[in-house]
């Protein structure tokens, strides 16, 4: 019997994703291509019609949770935030915890995904929505910002994020939230961006200020591995 659905922002709703684990586990063991709607629309227990009016495709099933993720990140980027940066790692977050939260989920679409050249294609586009996203709210909460900026932070937060998410989707390693916190934070130290307080030395002393002055023409690698340099050298 179909069930009703909602599209709110609360997130995906679980109708959607129980019919995309449906999907999912048949894709898994009889292939995508050899999979019908039909088929979903029976082991997921609903009508072919409602199976096109929620979804479209069998592609899009696949990734039923990511309009209403895109909504509830647009939706965090559009309240007021003191550091736009940190907002856009948070909104990176928001993502990472829905696939943490059903992994045996996640681990599924992965291997089903990486099975099949179409729906990698598909997944490169659906990520980069999440990096219009990102660098759009940058441009606009910080006018200023040279474009390219926005444009290279948003590509780094995507790319630490996804390549954590993947080490966690395929069972590489447990990655938890934590982590993906801290490696955030470090693209915001690599853009320079990080607000957070100084960390004190071990010894409870305030960490020594390192001072450094580059030509306007020096790459941003050159400046980065001479600080970098420095910091590693004992006083």
């Not at 979903?40 to 039923?64: L, N």
């Not at 909504?71 to 909104?91: N, T, Y």
Request: proline residues 6%; charged residues 25%; contains cysteine.
């Amino acid at each position: 019997m179909d069930q009703p659905t909602s599209r709110g922002s609360a997130g995906p709703a679980p109708f959607r994703l129980a019919v995309a684990r449906s999907a999912l586990e048949l894709f898994a063991e009889q292939g995508f291509d050899a999979t019908s709607v039909d088929q979903i629309a029976a082991a997921a227990g609903i009508s072919r019609s409602t199976f096109f009016r929620q979804f479209g495709s069998k592609e899009d099933v696949v990734f039923a949770d990511h309009t209403a993720l895109l909504d509830q990140a647009r939706e965090l980027l559009a309240r007021p935030h003191d550091d736009p940066w940190l907002a856009v790692c948070e909104a990176a977050g928001l993502v990472f915890d829905h696939f943490a939260a059903d992994d045996g989920l996640a681990e599924l679409r992965y291997a089903v995904v990486n099975a099949h050249p179409a729906l990698r294609d598909k997944e490169l586009v659906t990520v980069f929505r999440y990096e219009k996203l990102f660098e759009a709210h940058l441009r606009y909460t910080l006018p200023a910002l040279d474009p390219l900026e926005s444009v290279r932070f948003a590509a780094a937060v995507i790319a630490t994020h996804n390549y954590l998410l993947r080490e966690f989707m395929r069972g590489a390693r447990p990655v938890t939230r934590a982590q993906m916190r801290d490696a955030l934070d470090d693209v915001r130290r690599l853009f320079g961006v990080f607000g957070g307080p100084a960390e004190p030395s071990p010894d409870g002393r305030q960490e020594d200020v390192v001072v450094a002055v580059f030509p306007r023409s020096a790459a941003r690698s050159e400046v980065m591995a001479a600080v970098q340099r420095m910091l590693d050298t004992p006083p």
